[in-house]
């Protein structure tokens, strides 16, 4: 190789590195404020189907069912008086 062409080769290299310091690579899906927790829970085929069938976000929105029962649990539990003393 000539010694123009391994200088070409060597600011080319040299300017991929700035323009990568100059623009930061966003890969995949932006960072959540609120963390979930990854679980392996075994459902009956027919609740998987169910919200399957609504599309994508699919998980999300059993996630907002599950949490929507889980807040008129609370509800209830907190009209009833405590029978522990």
Request: positive net charge.
């Amino acid at each position: 190789m000539s010694a123009e062409v391994t200088a070409g080769l060597t600011a080319t290299t040299a300017l991929k590195k700035e323009f990568k310091k100059l623009r930061p690579v966003l890969r995949g899906r932006p960072k959540s404020a609120v963390h979930k927790i990854p679980v392996k829970v075994r459902l009956d085929p027919h609740v998987v189907e169910f919200f399957r069938a609504s599309g994508r976000g699919w998980q999300t929105r059993m996630n907002d069912t599950l949490a929507a029962h889980m807040k008129r649990l609370k509800g209830r539990q907190a009209q009833r008086p405590d029978a522990r003393g």
